[in-house]
């Protein structure tokens, strides 16, 4: 079993910036690749980003290729975010999400989410 928590989300301008970190716990971090998911109002959840367990394999979603970043630190347990030129449409509740393996397709494991709110 895994247990996620993030944290980083909150509120700020366009054009701003935000880093999102999730915590892992509960098996080998280097087990599961990990990934971030996000949810706006009225939408169906999608990926944004996601990375291999040994961190050599990385997926930005086009529309946020140039602004997100994706890294894991496999010593400290834990996967961020980084979020620059952030938009109005970037608001959503963000979800980490591990799954046992190399490579991120089906997740099988999810944190509570945190908001990130664009003002614009």
């Known amino acids: 079993q895994v247990q996620l928590v993030e944290s980083g989300g909150g509120l700020v301008q366009a054009g701003g910036s935000l880093r999102l970190s999730c915590a892992a716990s509960?098996?080998?971090?280097?087990?599961?690749?990990m990934g971030w998911y996000r949810q706006a109002p009225g939408k169906e959840r999608e990926l944004v980003a996601a990375?291999?367990?040994?961190?050599?394999?990385?997926y930005i979603r086009d529309s946020e290729k140039g602004r997100f970043t994706i890294s894991r630190d496999n010593a400290k347990n834990t996967v961020l975010l980084q979020m620059n030129s952030l938009k109005f449409e970037d608001t959503a509740v963000y979800y980490c999400?591990?799954?046992?393996?190399?490579?991120?397709?089906?997740?099988?494991?999810w944190g509570q989410g945190t908001q990130v709110t664009v003002s614009s």
């Open positions: 990375i291999s367990r040994d961190g050599s394999i990385k």
């Open positions: 509960g098996s080998i971090f280097s087990f599961n690749a």
């Open positions: 999400a591990a799954q046992r393996g190399s490579i991120l397709r089906v997740p099988e494991y």
